[in-house]
């Protein structure tokens, strides 16, 4: 069976009830808040959440409003944004991301949270657990501070002879902290060790790879998160220049060159966000809605970066590839 398949299937067994026909309020109808981590314009995020709300039925400007709220990459504007949605006295505000999902937890205890690729929801505070959140805030996890292993042992695959492994994370993005944490116990069981290069703006890139380089790392894990995702290309880049082999977040810095990725399909986690909303705005309370776990991770391969390093991927890693770049 189609992976992709398997994963649509265990989210709707999750999610399963009847859906009766969205509300038709007066006006507008309900009105949602989306705390974006990137620029305004079109993007795959926005189109997917959109997506999502159109499979339901919901139609913005008729049934339903959207107020956005667009950081542009810049963390540090997320808690005031998160606070004009809370004036607006929006019906659920949706947090794609680590960072909007804590800028909004921490804006409001009463509105209701819908949150999306959160690393850990659990360990970053948002949730009591996934069973029974509690409080305010529900969603979709992305559990990808728990990969911190499976990931080292695929780039362990592709370059067999590393034994330093440079870490790029953002020490303001709560998720890259957990994420780093969960590759710091891995990493003695597979015989590594890690050289954590912390980087808080763009202008820090260059100073890390030189960093990597002077400290021989013969290979690195770039951690997804809003300052990574949205530099995803000069990323890539610097990491084609310097020649060295990387595991990334999450698919997008694959499509963007890089060399591969192990994670859940982010675009997907969004859409299915929409249900979610759909939920709460018939009145389901958000702790008591069990976070979705992914079940099913989708392995990149950039067999065209890989050639372009001379690396040569095994044909047991290909095969259980889901999708190969070439």
């Known amino acids: 069976m189609d992976r992709r398949a398997l994963l649509l299937g265990a989210s709707a067994a999750l999610l399963a009830a009847p859906l009766a026909a969205p509300p038709r309020a007066a006006g507008n109808g309900p009105r949602v808040g989306f705390l974006f981590y990137g620029a305004p314009g079109p993007s795959p995020e926005l189109d997917a959440f959109q997506r999502g709300l159109r499979d339901l039925g919901y139609l913005e400007g008729q049934n339903i409003t959207v107020d956005y709220r667009f950081a542009a990459g810049e963390l540090q504007r997320l808690p005031a944004l998160a606070a004009e949605l809370v004036r607006l006295k929006v019906n659920v505000i949706v947090a794609p991301g680590t960072p909007a999902s804590m800028a909004a937890k921490n804006a409001t205890s009463t509105l209701p949270i819908v949150f999306v690729g959160v690393a850990d929801a659990a360990g970053a505070g948002l949730i009591a657990s996934i069973a029974r959140p509690g409080g305010n805030a529900t969603g979709l996890t992305s559990i990808s501070a728990a990969l911190g292993g499976k990931r080292l042992e695929l780039l362990k695959v592709v370059a067999p002879k590393a034994t330093r492994v440079a870490v790029l994370y953002n020490p303001a993005d709560q998720s890259n902290v957990l994420v780093l944490t969960e590759l710091q116990k891995s990493s003695r069981a597979l015989g590594l060790t890690l050289q954590p290069l912390a980087v808080r703006g763009p202008g820090e890139f260059e ?42 977040g999450e698919r997008q810095f ?37 976070v979705e776990q992914p079940t099913i991770f989708e392995l990149v391969i950039n067999l065209k970066t890989a050639k372009a390093l001379g690396l040569s991927v095994p044909q047991s890693l290909l095969s259980r590839a889901d999708q190969i770049i070439e």
Not at 280 to 289: C, E, F, T
């Open 207 to 248: 100073g890390a790879f030189a960093s990597m380089s002077r400290e021989r790392a013969q290979a690195l894990f770039v951690a997804a998160g809003v300052l990574t995702t949205e530099h995803r290309k000069s990323l890539v880049a610097l990491a084609a220049r310097s020649r060295i082999p990387a595991m990334w």
């Open 254 to 290: 694959v499509e963007a060159g890089g060399l591969m990725s192990y994670a859940v399909d982010f675009y997907d986690e969004i859409r299915r966000s929409a249900t979610y909303v759909d939920k709460i705005l018939k009145g389901a309370q958000p702790g008591d809605l069990p």
